[in-house]
């Protein structure tokens, strides 16, 4: 496995993650974003000297009605179903590996449960659990489940579903994985698979749900930053295929 004492450091990860947590927690917190739009609805009938005031302040009205709509359970409901409305179904073909991502532990259980099932349905030989954090502790509860030390592995260095992606291609490619089960939230699947897909994996993708005790606030974050980093990674090239690296041989 990946040593963690030994994890590379990517400061710009890190701002990106607290980042994001920062500003979904602004947009979500109506005692800030309430004001200001009140404040954009009044403002022109204010200012003398500003023109089209009709416009401005419907134009902020309509924002006004947009956030509280955007803050319903239907539209975080709604917003999932855009980001999972064209991933292809688990068709239930074996493949060389299911492979877990890890995003925290109030969504650890669940996923854990799913790959012990997979794997006892002969789906893959072997169960790769990436996720900083998450990597060791899926390993070591998929064994509590029966499954045999050989047939799980795991790398604990990743914080983004980029580093998941080329970290598990580190481990997995030298061992001829090329075809995986991969399970993760509906909403971070189009992503993740996109991202697998450009570092050479045949993906099956194999979403599980959220867990019902997943609170509203956390299922909107999770929605709300698939669409930022869905944007991102093709900004970045994140998708396109790449060349498979040398050190995967090594």
Same mark, same amino acid.
């Given at each position: 496995?990946?040593?963690?004492?030994?994890?590379?450091?990517?400061?710009?990860?890190?701002?990106?993650?607290?980042?994001?947590?920062?500003?979904?927690? #602004?947009?979500?917190?109506?005692?800030?974003?309430?004001?200001?739009?009140?404040?954009?609805?009044?403002?022109?009938?204010?200012?003398?000297?500003?023109?089209?005031?009709?416009?401005?302040?419907?134009?902020?009205?309509?924002?006004?009605?947009?956030?509280?709509?955007?803050?319903?359970?239907?539209?975080?409901?709604?917003?999932?179903?855009?980001?999972?409305?064209?991933?292809?179904?688990?068709?239930?073909?074996?493949?060389?590996?299911?492979?877990?991502?890890?995003?925290?532990?109030?969504?650890?259980?669940?996923?854990?449960?799913?790959?012990?099932?997979?794997?006892?349905?002969?789906?893959?030989?072997?169960?790769?659990?990436?996720?900083?954090?998450?990597?060791?502790?899926?390993?070591?509860?998929?064994?509590?489940?029966?499954?045999?030390?050989?047939?799980?592995?795991?790398?604990?260095?990743?914080?983004?579903?980029?580093?998941?992606?080329?970290?598990?291609?580190?481990?997995?490619?030298?061992?001829?994985?090329?075809?995986?089960?991969?399970?993760?939230?509906?909403?971070?699947?189009?992503?993740?698979?996109?991202?697998?897909?450009?570092?050479?994996?045949?993906?099956?993708?194999?979403?599980?749900?959220?867990?019902?005790?997943?609170?509203?606030?956390?299922?909107?974050?999770?929605?709300?930053?698939?669409?930022?980093?869905?944007?991102?990674?093709?900004?970045? #090239?994140?998708?396109?295929?790449?060349?498979?690296?040398?050190?995967?041989?090594?």
């Amino acid at each position: 496995m990946l040593d963690s004492s030994q994890c590379p450091t990517n400061l710009s990860t890190l701002y990106w993650t607290s980042l994001s947590w920062q500003i979904f927690n #602004g947009l979500t917190n109506p005692a800030l974003v309430l004001p200001i739009l009140f404040i954009l609805i009044t403002l022109p009938w204010a200012i003398k000297s500003i023109r089209h005031k009709r416009r401005w302040s419907a134009g902020a009205t309509g924002l006004l009605l947009i956030y509280l709509l955007a803050l319903s359970p239907q539209a975080i409901a709604v917003g999932n179903q855009v980001l999972v409305q064209n991933l292809p179904h688990d068709d239930g073909t074996s493949a060389d590996a299911i492979v877990v991502l890890g995003r925290g532990a109030e969504l650890r259980q669940d996923r854990v449960n799913v790959a012990a099932q997979l794997w006892k349905a002969q789906r893959a030989p072997l169960i790769f659990a990436s996720g900083m954090g998450d990597g060791e502790e899926i390993a070591q509860r998929l064994q509590e489940q029966s499954i045999p030390q050989r047939a799980i592995d795991e790398e604990s260095c990743s914080r983004t579903t980029g580093e998941n992606a080329l970290f598990t291609a580190s481990k997995l490619y030298p061992r001829h994985v090329r075809r995986i089960i991969l399970v993760t939230d509906p909403p971070h699947m189009l992503r993740s698979a996109l991202t697998f897909q450009g570092q050479g994996f045949d993906v099956i993708s194999h979403p599980n749900p959220f867990p019902k005790q997943l609170s509203e606030k956390k299922r909107g974050f999770l929605v709300f930053r698939e669409y930022l980093g869905l944007v991102s990674y093709k900004l970045q #090239g994140r998708f396109d295929a790449k060349n498979t690296p040398s050190a995967y041989h090594a």
